[in-house]
Each structure stands twice: as C-alpha cells, then as structure tokens.
C-alpha cells in the first residue's frame, strides 16, 4: 500500500500542451510538497500546502498551479509546456505542525517535453 | 552561493573502505539537518538526521559543526549496495511550512 502514490510516473508530451500531475497520501499527514529534480539533479521545493492552504510558494512560473482539493491530494497542472519543464516531480508529505520529520517523498513523474 | 554546498563526485572507493563526505550550507539560523540517500532514478530517502553531538546508526555517522556551519558523514566498510547519490539536506528558519533545502548530492560508487 504506497504511502505517497503519483501518477503519472512517465509522462512524454509536446511544447505548448497542458498537462497535470497527481498525488494522493494515506499517511494522515497534513503537509504535502512538490520538488523538482532538473537534468543536473538537483532538487528544489516548488509548492507546500497545509491542509489545503497554500504555505509556501518558490519562484516558480505562474504556468504552473497546484490544486489542494483536501489534506491528502496535492495536483500540479502545468500550462503551456516549455522544453525547460522537461524534469522529474516528486511530491512528498510530512506530518507538518512544526515536525521536522516524517518527510515521506512519492516514486516521481519523470516528464519529458518534446 | 548556494544555500547548501556539496562535492558533486563521484567517490569510486573499493568496497570495504571507509569513506567521507561533507557538506557546507550558508544560513546560520538554519535549525535540522539530515542525510538522504537516492539511489538511480529513485525517490530521495531519509538516511540519518545530524544532531549537533554527533550521532551513528551502524555503519553510518554524522557530525554537525553549527561553528562552521559544515555536515559531514562517515561511511565505514562500504558495501557494493551503499552506491548511490547522498543528499545533504537542511530546513532554514522561515515563516512557514518544512521546506527541504537540497545540496546537489555526493555520488558514491562502491566497486569491488
């Protein structure tokens, strides 16, 4: 039973499409995350939530908008696909509350625009 | 700068061998700190947290120098199945939210 499940895991689409990515949690926890992992491997949080309220929100282009529709999902929809969105998205949860630990991260989205 | 510094690698060590790697971040009033593993085409997990007296599971121990602001980890008789990317991760202070900061990852690669 996955704890932080996403779909999808592969997701190849053309520029200028507009594309979503899901994630669900059954962990109870009530912050969930997304971080992006660019071709140099490097991770960078994009978007936090907190019981449905947006709590953080990096530089990030406003073409991308999470949706929180409750606690346990967490949606990412990416309008007008560029070439340079081509990474893998992990989303992730924590118990949050203040807790530092617990950071449970999903299996990724490895999307690749051409 | 970047907010979390670490040598990219790779570390190609033989199996057995004691190995090291460290890890620098800029914001002093940064409050936990942790090693994460990923191993190829992987989500990032949870390897160890650093507390500032040093602490050791198994094979594994981290240090934190608050002083220097400098992380390290030691890995003692590496194994083949230790090769994989170590993330250096710290949580700054901010207004809200537990918002992992990433270094770029050590890579590690164990041979025989």
């Known amino acids: 039973d996955t704890a932080v499940s996403q779909t999808p895991k592969y997701l190849v689409t053309q520029m200028g499409n507009d594309k979503s990515i899901k994630c669900e949690q059954n962990?109870?926890?009530?912050?969930m995350y997304w971080y992006k992992q660019d071709s140099k491997k490097f991770l960078k949080i994009m978007f936090s939530?907190?019981?449905?309220?947006?709590?953080i929100n990096e530089t990030v282009p406003n073409r991308f908008s999470p949706k929180s529709p409750d606690k346990a999902h967490l949606n990412l929809h990416i309008n007008s696909l560029e070439l340079g969105d081509s990474a893998v998205y992990f989303c992730?949860?924590?118990?949050?509350?203040?807790?530092?630990?617990?950071?449970?991260f999903g299996s990724g989205t490895r999307l690749t625009v051409v | 700068r970047k907010e979390v510094e670490q040598d990219p690698g790779p570390f190609n060590v033989p199996e057995g061998a004691t190995v090291a790697f460290n890890c620098t971040y800029s914001?002093?009033?940064?409050?936990?700190f942790f090693w994460y593993r990923q191993d190829c085409r992987k989500e990032p997990k949870l390897l160890m947290s650093?507390?500032?007296s040093g602490n050791e599971d198994g094979r594994f121990t981290a240090q934190l120098n608050r002083a220097s602001q400098y992380i390290s980890l030691l890995i003692r008789d590496s194994k083949l199945s230790d090769s994989a990317t170590y993330l250096c991760?710290?949580?700054?202070?901010?207004?809200?939210?537990?918002?992992?900061?990433f270094g770029t990852g050590t890579q590690l690669k164990v041979e025989l």
């Open positions: 962990l109870g926890h009530d912050t």
């Open positions: 914001n002093s009033a940064s409050q936990s």
């Open positions: 991760v710290v949580i700054p202070i901010t207004g809200g939210g537990n918002k992992l900061t």
């Open positions: 992730a949860s924590s118990p949050g509350g203040g807790a530092n630990y617990g950071y449970t």
């Open positions: 939530y907190n019981n449905k309220e947006l709590i």
């Open positions: 650093v507390y500032s």
